[in-house]
């Protein structure tokens, strides 16, 4: 059972500056493990995981790796001091720090040149609430979720960057509520080639929670289902938190 392998939310680092794990990391989480059933034939090589937080879903894709036997480079970012120090913490915490590279970045602007075309598994919970656009500006936990207009604001400066990153393999997992429009967001993705669907959907309180895949509109359709087939049975349980996962093959 891969879910046995995933990191112990009592054993994340607990910082108030820091989001802690809540409904949207832990879909993301069930949507990760059901992708690794794939990493079996398709190992990821670079995984990325932007706005890391506390730590638990980078430390979780580790604990999966080595539990997989994957040796794979793994980077965690976050625009956040305190969040790296948090995952940093997380991983130790795992006994997993050595197998993450953490790297306070806007996004991924500072990596774009040396990732670009190779990122097998970009990860990504953004903060999507819809706030005045101001709000986006402040530091400190705000940013994990202070999302602007729509929450779209941090989400639409990330969409441009994730076809220049993604591997020919690559896959993006993009959390999402309804009010950011994950049919917009995928239509956007499809004009930077990429086609994408939702892929699971969580009600949390009263957050309608989305999670997005989206996949190389060249894929052949045999890549495809192959790609989609991992994610089967994700979506519709429970309903409204979204999900968008890209599936790249070029
Ligand atoms: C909703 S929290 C998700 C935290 C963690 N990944 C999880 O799912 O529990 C969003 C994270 O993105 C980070 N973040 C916000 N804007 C960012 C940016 N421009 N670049 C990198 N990280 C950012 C925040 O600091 C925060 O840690």
Redesign the pocket.
Same mark, same amino acid.
């Given at each position: 059972m891969l879910r046995e392998h995933i990191a112990d939310v009592r054993l994340t680092h607990a910082d108030r500056d +820091?989001?802690?794990?809540?409904d949207?990391?832990f879909a993301?989480v069930d949507a990760l493990v059901k992708a690794a059933e794939g990493w079996h034939d398709t190992p990821p090589r670079i995984c990325v995981? +932007?706005?890391?937080?506390?730590g638990?879903?980078?430390c979780s894709v580790a604990l999966l790796l080595q539990h997989l036997g994957v040796t794979a480079h793994c980077i965690a970012?976050?625009?956040?001091p305190a969040?790296l120090r948090a995952t940093e913490q997380t991983l130790h915490a795992h006994n997993v720090a050595s197998r993450v590279d953490l790297v306070r970045?806007?996004?991924l602007l500072g990596l774009r040149q040396r990732l670009h075309g190779a990122v097998d598994l970009l990860?990504?919970?953004?903060?999507?609430v819809p706030t005045p656009d101001e709000e986006v500006l402040r530091t400190g936990i705000a940013?994990?979720?202070a999302g602007g207009y729509r929450g779209r604001v941090?989400i639409d400066?990330f969409l441009p960057l994730v076809g220049d990153l993604l591997s020919p393999q690559g896959q993006l997992f993009l +959390?999402t509520v309804a009010e950011n429009d994950p049919e917009e967001i995928i239509s956007i993705m499809q004009q930077h080639g990429l086609l994408g669907r939702i892929v699971l959907r969580r009600k949390a309180d009263e957050e309608h929670l989305s999670i997005i895949w989206p996949i190389w509109d060249f894929v052949g359709e045999n890549q495809r289902g192959q790609g989609a087939t991992h994610l089967t049975g994700l979506a519709n349980e429970g309903q409204h938190f979204h999900m968008c996962a890209p599936f790249l093959g070029r």
């Amino acid at each position: 059972m891969l879910r046995e392998h995933i990191a112990d939310v009592r054993l994340t680092h607990a910082d108030r500056d +820091v989001y802690d794990p809540s409904d949207d990391s832990f879909a993301l989480v069930d949507a990760l493990v059901k992708a690794a059933e794939g990493w079996h034939d398709t190992p990821p090589r670079i995984c990325v995981e +932007v706005g890391s937080g506390s730590g638990y879903i980078t430390c979780s894709v580790a604990l999966l790796l080595q539990h997989l036997g994957v040796t794979a480079h793994c980077i965690a970012t976050d625009i956040n001091p305190a969040a790296l120090r948090a995952t940093e913490q997380t991983l130790h915490a795992h006994n997993v720090a050595s197998r993450v590279d953490l790297v306070r970045s806007d996004l991924l602007l500072g990596l774009r040149q040396r990732l670009h075309g190779a990122v097998d598994l970009l990860v990504f919970n953004p903060p999507y609430v819809p706030t005045p656009d101001e709000e986006v500006l402040r530091t400190g936990i705000a940013q994990a979720w202070a999302g602007g207009y729509r929450g779209r604001v941090i989400i639409d400066r990330f969409l441009p960057l994730v076809g220049d990153l993604l591997s020919p393999q690559g896959q993006l997992f993009l +959390v999402t509520v309804a009010e950011n429009d994950p049919e917009e967001i995928i239509s956007i993705m499809q004009q930077h080639g990429l086609l994408g669907r939702i892929v699971l959907r969580r009600k949390a309180d009263e957050e309608h929670l989305s999670i997005i895949w989206p996949i190389w509109d060249f894929v052949g359709e045999n890549q495809r289902g192959q790609g989609a087939t991992h994610l089967t049975g994700l979506a519709n349980e429970g309903q409204h938190f979204h999900m968008c996962a890209p599936f790249l093959g070029r």
